[in-house]
T-cell receptor, first 113, second 116 residues
Framework: DAKTTQPPSMDCAEGRAANLPCNHSTISGNEYVYWYRQIHSQGPQYIIHGLKNNETNEMASLIITEDRKSSTLILPHATLRDTAVYYC??????????????FGKGTKLSVIP | NAGVTQTPKFQVLKTGQSMTLQCAQDMNHEYMSWYRQDPGMGLRLIHYSVGAGITDQGEVPNGYNVSRSTTEDFPLRLLSAAPSQTSVYFC???????????????FGEGSRLTVL
């Protein structure tokens, strides 16, 4: 059974913010939300992760709802190079459960000129 | 700093042949893992290791063997290749996710295997 639900695809205009949603209604208290992306057929690339507070780094921002049942990854100014499949993953940060990350099908984000 | 290096990048096998996909990392990571990705699908975990001499099965281990004799290397062996093993294989590494998980899993560029 899937731990996360993401839309299969989204479009975003170049230069606009891309908001990628993820539903994780069964998330446990010790599970973090991780985001990765996979550009074309390359190896996935880590973007950001968080527990309950909003997080920001040089690549993106992560907004987690107060009940932690959903989150949104925000790319503030999408470029053509952000076209990729984005994966939302929930996993414990430590312990045996952290050893097996489950990558679903993700969201295919297409940035349009 | 090369990161995670996978070889070969492309390989064609005949059914029943054996081969080894190589994975090496130079970041002194304790955790290493192998995933496979089929067309239009997400990644599925095959095997993982939390240190030299320690390996464990993931979601789809059948048909694959692994060993971890050094911290740096984590080879994946196909003993008798089958067409169902045609896939893209990714190796990944990180610090020990069980103890000091910094969040980031580093991936190689993939090995594309075709079994005829």
């Amino acid at each position: 059974d899937a731990k996360t639900t993401q839309p299969p695809s989204m479009d975003c205009a170049e230069g606009r913010a891309a908001n990628l949603p993820c539903n994780h209604s069964t998330i446990s208290g010790n599970e973090y939300v991780y985001w990765y992306r996979q550009i074309h057929s390359q190896g996935p690339q880590y973007i950001i992760h968080g527990l309950k507070n909003n997080e920001t780094n040089e690549m993106a921002s992560l907004i987690i709802t107060e009940d932690r049942k959903s989150s949104t990854l925000i790319l503030p100014h999408a470029t053509l190079r952000d076209t990729a499949v984005y994966y939302c993953i929930v996993s414990p940060r430590t312990g045996a459960g952290s050893y097996q990350l489950t990558f679903g099908k993700g969201t295919k984000l297409s940035v349009i000129p | 700093n090369a990161g995670v290096t996978q070889t070969p990048k492309f390989q064609v096998l005949k059914t029943g042949q054996s081969m080894t996909l190589q994975c090496a990392q130079d970041m002194n990571h304790e955790y290493m893992s192998w995933y496979r990705q089929d067309p239009g699908m997400g990644l599925r975990l095959i095997h993982y290791s939390v240190g030299a001499g320690i390996t464990d099965q993931g979601e789809v281990p059948n048909g694959y063997n692994v060993s971890r004799s050094t911290t740096e290397d984590f080879p994946l062996r196909l003993l008798s290749a089958a067409p169902s093993q045609t896939s893209v294989y990714f190796c990944a590494s990180s610090y020990d996710r069980g103890r000091r998980n910094t969040g980031e899993l580093f991936f190689g560029e993939g090995s594309r295997l075709t079994v005829l």
